[in-house]
């Protein structure tokens, strides 16, 4: 198998605006632990402690020449998100004396523990451990905890959202990183970011949520340390596309996977492209590696585009009467759930006859351009003849979604 990488669908350097919930202004750190080597990521800046030129391993034959190091010293108080100690090692490079090295953990300050969440992940690949601790501010996880869960069929809103993208820039630059000083190539870089999410516990919704059905948005994946298929693999698919590799979701009867694109792949787009089948809820699945019960069933393919998403709300009160007709005020509510801006937004609002296609009265809402989390309210009144049999019918159209459309129970004006 050839594993091809794509043109970068995404910049590493986006930055995030939201200045009512101040999510332009948090801290993402990690802490990497592997092979003698510490690695602190935090605002796009890299610290590598020790040096490259520091030899920390001692062979079996080596023992009798080491002197017994002092024990490592206490760690220090937690001060802006890290601590330290220092370990005293035998260093075979300077004639077998003892040298020491300055260990760093991050963790939360006692003053910040109602602003940041600590996680610590463990997992294998290739042989080895590898442990990170992350950490997170309450203030992003909460948004998307709270953010609505709008109805859409291909899950592209949860991988497009833009406020997140500072987190999985760093996130994919830490696999990176580590993957070049490894000296992995593309396809095991790739195997890489998946072995952490397979080490992610499988979740089902109506456990973890109030909700049978609740995707979770990469962020909620990261601390709430699992989900279940659509959720593990949202957060795959994500990461390898930032990492510059191509990823759809792969939809099948229920269960949900990831496609990431190949040469002579099992699954193919309307465009030709073809895709290998990636398996997110157990470990040790590799590229290309498709369990039993779906080899041989069709998927369906599910780019991440970003696009609107409308949702409606509606309601309406009698404000007026007199012996041959009524008014009623009706307020209502549109909001762009999605991650694109709906262009050429247009309301249309009238109450219906029993006859198909003909309306009492009517309204239309000049154009809008509503962009991501703005929400649009409209309040207007129609009349309508006393004594009839009516219903009140919304449409909210545009150029880049489909029509949403809202109407009320049948009644008597």
């Not at 100690?85 to 035998?90: L, N, S, V």
């Not at 077998?96 to 997992?123: D, G, H």
């Not at 970011?193 to 089902?204: A, E, G, K």
Request: charged fraction near 20%.
């Amino acid at each position: 198998m050839i594993f091809n990488i794509l043109t970068r669908i995404s910049n590493l350097n986006k930055s995030i605006s939201n200045g009512s919930n101040k999510i332009n202004d948090y801290l993402v750190k990690f802490l990497i632990y592997e092979f003698n080597f510490l690695l602190f990521l935090g605002f796009l800046t890299y610290t590598f402690i020790p040096t490259d030129n520091a030899d920390f391993s001692v062979k079996e034959t080596d023992v009798k020449f080491c002197p017994q190091c002092p024990e490592p010293s206490s760690w220090n108080n937690c001060t802006n998100f890290k601590q330290s100690r220092t370990i005293y090692y035998c260093d075979v490079s300077t004639n077998y004396q003892c040298a020491s090295r300055v260990e760093e953990l991050f963790c939360i300050p006692p003053n910040e523990t109602q602003n940041y969440i600590l996680r610590e992940y463990k997992w294998n690949f290739k042989g080895n451990q590898y442990a990170w601790n992350l950490i997170f501010p309450k203030t992003l996880y909460e948004y998307y905890k709270n953010k609505p869960r709008p109805p859409t069929g291909d899950y592209s809103i949860y991988a497009t959202d833009p406020y997140d993208d500072r987190l999985i820039s760093q996130l994919a630059n830490l696999f990176k990183n580590v993957s070049k000083r490894n000296g992995f190539d593309e396809y095991e870089t790739v195997n890489f970011v998946i072995s952490f999410v397979q080490s992610l516990p499988y979740t089902s919704d109506n456990i973890t949520t109030p909700f049978d059905e609740y995707p979770r948005y990469p962020i909620e994946t990261l601390v709430d340390k699992g989900g279940d298929c659509e959720d593990l693999s949202i957060l795959t698919a994500v990461l390898i596309n930032e990492l510059g590799y191509d990823a759809v979701l792969l939809e099948f009867p229920n269960h949900m996977a990831v496609g990431v694109k190949c040469e002579e792949g099992t699954y193919e787009d309307s465009n030709g492209n073809s895709f290998c089948y990636i398996e997110t809820t157990g470990e040790g699945w590799e590229i290309g590696e498709i369990p039993d019960e779906y080899t041989g069933t069709e998927a369906i393919l599910r780019h991440f585009i970003p696009k609107p998403i409308i949702t409606v709300e509606f309601t309406s009160r009698s404000v007026n009467s007199s012996p041959f007709y009524v008014t009623y005020e009706i307020n209502i509510t549109v909001k762009n759930e999605g991650s694109a801006t709906a262009e050429n937004l247009k309301i249309w609002a009238g109450f219906d006859t029993t006859e198909e296609g003909k309306v009492y009265s009517q309204t239309r809402e000049k154009t809008y351009n509503l962009k991501p989390s703005e929400r649009l309210n409209s309040i207007g009144a129609l009349s309508v003849p006393r004594g009839v049999y009516t219903r009140l019918h919304i449409i909210v159209s545009g150029d880049n979604f489909f029509p949403q459309e809202k109407v009320s129970d049948w009644f008597k004006a």
